[in-house]
């Protein structure tokens, strides 16, 4: 495979979907797990566009609901790479919903999701890496080594004494 830096912007993607009644509950709002549902695929197609690979979802970072989306809501979901360890990447999303009868947008959520790349033989493969592009993109890259850690933590994969990212915030 040859190993080349891509630009963080290069592996932005947009979706959108239009809340439909069968996507709400009872009080006519979106159900969680549609939204995420639209989270993982938003994810997955980014991993994918990066990789040219088949990608699995390894983690997903606490997903907090900020504001409701409504039945008719337009929700739009923007992801991107923020930082790739080998064979895996981490992808930030941005959920806004806009309302197509008071022409209001509405910040929904935000998350990290975490995908693997794999060959043909479903075995890790390693990813191209990502250069950031801007400051925000600076912010989250040198964030997500810190991010990855504590999954990693929690995940029992990773001592607490070798997060050395770790270590600078909580001593």
């Known amino acids: 495979m040859e190993e080349k830096k891509i630009a963080t912007q290069s592996t932005k993607i947009?979706?959108?979907?239009?809340?439909?009644p069968?996507?709400?509950?009872?009080?006519?709002?979106l159900f969680g797990g549609k939204l995420m549902y639209w989270m993982d695929m938003a994810a997955a197609i980014c991993a994918h566009k990066h990789t040219s690979n088949v990608v699995v979802t390894a983690s997903v970072d606490n997903i907090t609901f900020k504001a409701p989306i409504?039945?008719?809501?337009?929700?739009?979901l923007n992801a991107f790479i923020t930082r790739v360890f080998n064979t895996s990447m981490e992808i930030f999303i941005e959920v806004t919903a806009q309302n197509s009868n008071k022409k209001e947008k509405i910040e929904s959520?935000?998350?990290f999701f975490t995908f693997v790349a794999l060959n043909?033989?479903?075995?890790?493969?390693?990813?191209?890496?990502?250069?950031?592009?801007n400051k925000n993109d600076k912010k989250l890259f040198d964030?997500?080594?810190r991010r990855r850690q504590l999954?990693?933590?929690l995940a029992g994969k990773m001592k607490p004494k070798d997060a050395n990212e770790l270590k600078s915030?909580?001593?």
């Not at 409504?70 to 739009?76: A, L, M």
């Open 22 to 29: 069968n996507d709400t509950n009872n009080l006519n709002t």
């Open 70 to 76: 409504h039945k008719g809501d337009i929700v739009t």
């Open 151 to 153: 999954r990693l933590i």
């Open 109 to 111: 959520n935000t998350a």
């Open 169 to 171: 915030i909580f001593n």
């Open 14 to 20: 947009s979706m959108s979907e239009m809340v439909m």
């Open 143 to 145: 964030g997500a080594l």
């Open 120 to 133: 043909q033989k479903s075995k890790p493969i390693k990813v191209n890496e990502i250069y950031p592009e």
